[in-house]
């Protein structure tokens, strides 16, 4: 059977004409003819210098030397030379100009440019060397740093456990202060580093360090400032009595008066981050014995291949550095969890120390969140210039989430750590 098509009035004629005229016009746009061609280059070169300077910056985390600490300093003024040309600069400032004519798509990429540009401006080539330089060598101090407790090494995971555990609180002051010796070390560079990139920020007109990296959630500092105010107002009705009931658990927990303000060496994580440790029902410790590394890493991958994502490709498991430093190996390396997306595509790898406990089995599934949401926008029509999240924030937003799921009972449970719960009824019914 066959319909004959309603007839248009002349006027709907006339409209369907003009809006394929104005889309054929931006197709053919010059101006955009020339942002695709400038961005067809800065993409390939972006990928580029990014997956040089990235395997150099990996091979310096995973092995503390000074020929890699070299290689990565050389790299990183590489990347710095084509993300901050005061050609690319420019183009990209000129193109902007004529933003109206330009799909939104080109815009997001000529802007992220100029975020990229502002971290190392060869408008001022000296100062951009002597940043990289100083981040350089910062990094190769705290990737290297030795902690000692009563003139002995100590490792990250042992300050960890540590805390963990221990009930003396000489003892934990004792180790919390180890843990913040690399403090001192870091101090003199530091205060330098941050002047070096207060001055390259400047460069291209943001205020501050602090200010581009706001930029790059589309904020200025003051707007920035406000939504933080803002969550802190917010919170903190439940921010005090969470506070209060604490500080009254571990009083009790260490038979000491219930003070004004938690000392930090009471809390079980060294940053604070998390405070562990105070519902004796919840410590999980006793139910990862006899588990290994191995299992807590390749646990983390089901938690996603469950949810019906591909596995992690074969490169992740031959590249990814994920278990702590053997005993008597003299090889040095970052000790703080992190992932890595090297090519911007395919070459996703993780960093990490894990031991069967379940600071790192919750850590594990937080590291795999940032490599499979590297997976989720790693596709064509996401541009090289974009692979980098929604926000800078948002990355460890998923990775939190993620882990915060894998501390859920109901999964703790379908993973065996914990055994699952029979309800009166259940067990009424299996008699």
């Not at 009790?252 to 809390?267: F, L, N």
Request: net charge neutral; proline share 6%.
């Amino acid at each position: 059977m066959h319909f004959s098509p309603r007839p248009h009035t002349l006027a709907q004629i006339f409209l369907l004409l003009a809006a394929f005229s104005t889309s054929a016009a931006a197709a053919t746009s010059p101006i955009q003819e020339r942002a695709d061609r400038f961005l067809s280059l800065a993409n390939a070169g972006y990928r580029a210098l990014t997956t040089v300077n990235q395997e150099a910056q990996w091979r310096a985390v995973t092995d503390v030397t000074p020929e890699h600490d070299a290689a990565s300093e050389t790299a990183g003024k590489a990347a710095a030379a084509f993300n901050g040309n005061p050609a690319i600069i420019k183009e990209a400032q000129d193109l902007l100009i004529h933003k109206s004519e330009l799909t939104e798509l080109a815009v997001r990429q000529l802007n992220q440019l100029l975020l990229n540009a502002a971290e190392g401006p060869m408008t001022n080539p000296d100062l951009v060397r002597q940043r990289v330089e100083a981040e350089t060598k910062q990094a190769s101090l705290l990737n290297s740093f030795e902690f000692k407790l009563n003139d002995k090494p100590i490792t990250a995971n042992e300050i960890d456990n540590r805390l963990e555990q221990s009930t003396d609180l000489n003892e934990r002051r004792a180790v919390w202060e180890t843990s913040k010796q690399s403090g001192a070390a870091l101090k003199p560079n530091l205060v330098k580093l941050r002047d070096l990139r207060n001055g390259v920020a400047k460069e291209l007109g943001h205020p501050d360090y602090f200010g581009l990296e706001t930029a790059a959630y589309g904020m200025t500092t003051d707007q920035m400032l406000a939504m933080q105010e803002n969550f802190k107002r917010e919170l903190r009705p439940l921010y005090l009595q969470l506070h209060t009931w604490t500080k009254y658990k571990l009083a009790e927990k260490y038979h000491q008066p219930v003070p004004k303000k938690i000392p930090a060496h009471w809390i079980n994580n060294r940053w604070s981050q998390e405070w562990t440790g105070l519902v004796e029902a919840a410590k999980l410790d006793q139910y990862f014995a006899g588990r290994t590394s191995e299992w807590v890493i390749k646990t983390a991958e089901q938690f996603y291949t469950g949810l019906g994502f591909s596995p992690l490709p074969a490169s992740f498991w031959s590249k990814s550095d994920l278990y702590p430093v053997s005993a008597g190996d003299k090889r040095k390396k970052n000790t703080h969890a992190s992932c890595w997306h090297i090519d911007l595509q395919d070459d996703i790898r993780s960093l990490q120390s894990i031991e069967p406990n379940p600071q790192w089995f919750f850590t594990a599934h937080h590291e795999l969140g940032h490599g499979y949401y590297f997976k989720a926008y790693s596709r064509p029509e996401v541009p090289f210039l974009l692979r980098t999240g929604a926000a800078p924030g948002f990355h460890e937003g998923i990775g939190e989430l993620i882990s915060l799921a894998s501390s859920q009972v109901p999964y703790l449970e379908s993973r065996g750590i914990l055994p699952r719960f029979q309800s009166r009824c259940d067990r009424v019914s299996s008699r």
